[in-house]
Antibody, heavy 121, light 109 residues
């Protein structure tokens, strides 16, 4: 069964850091592009970052550029999101999602259950 | 405010057909394909439509997508109570972003 499982969320003070991890199973991770998408409480979806299968291409939303870093370890079948200089507006559920092969960018066919990040003093 | 504009709400009676629109610009919908998601309360999003009008396996053919110029639409026919959810469009923008619409809350009357 194809599965994505996020971990690493929690409560952090403004200016603090967290590292989210997404461990996958059930498919050949090293051949898929991966994404992080977040959803603030009661709000819509916001794309955060994408990384290609071999880490050759990395993209970030303007709102997180310079503060967040996406990375992956194909041997560990995991993708990561390092969150630095956190702000209250970064409070959200962070989802890990797999690109659908053959779909245009933004087509993500498998999602994790999400990891909650709360930024508050 | 999202760059992809969706109506905040839509509604229909069981069995009816409902359409949700998504309006963008030449740098996103006008030059890239559109994807649609369904998000049931308390759950992760589910891909409904990709590449404007393609359905992933397992998605009923009651769901269909289309695109014309800088706008796209999701149509749901034979509306069912379990279709009550939030719906989002998404597309790549040439400024190297994935954009999501603000979402449309569908109510089945």
């Amino acid at each position: 069964e194809v599965q994505l499982a996020e971990s690493g969320g929690g409560l952090v003070k403004p200016g603090g850091s967290l590292r989210l991890a997404c461990e996958v199973s059930g498919f050949t991770f090293s051949t898929y592009n991966m994404n992080w998408v977040r959803q603030a409480p009661g709000k819509g979806l916001e794309w955060v970052s994408s990384i290609s299968s071999r880490s050759s291409y990395i993209y970030y939303a303007e709102s997180v550029k310079g503060r967040f870093t996406i990375s992956r370890d194909n041997a560990k079948k995991s993708v990561y999101l390092q969150l630095n200089s956190l702000r209250a507006e970064d409070t959200a559920v962070y989802y890990c999602a797999r690109d659908l092969r053959g779909a245009a960018a933004g087509g993500m066919d498998v999602w994790g259950k999400g990891s909650t990040v709360t930024v508050s003093s | 405010q999202s760059v992809l504009t969706q109506p905040p709400s839509a509604s229909g009676a069981p069995g009816q057909r409902v359409t949700i629109s998504c309006s963008g610009s030449s740098s996103n919908i006008g030059s890239n394909a559109v994807n649609w998601y369904q998000q049931l309360p308390g759950t992760a999003p589910k891909l409904l439509i990709y590449n404007n009008d393609q359905r992933p396996s397992g998605v009923p053919d009651r769901f269909s997508g289309s695109k014309s110029g800088t706008s796209a639409s999701l149509a749901i026919s034979g509306l069912q109570s379990e279709d009550e959810a939030d719906y989002y469009c998404a597309a790549w923008d040439d400024s190297l972003d994935v954009l999501f619409g603000g979402g449309t809350k569908l109510t089945v009357l």
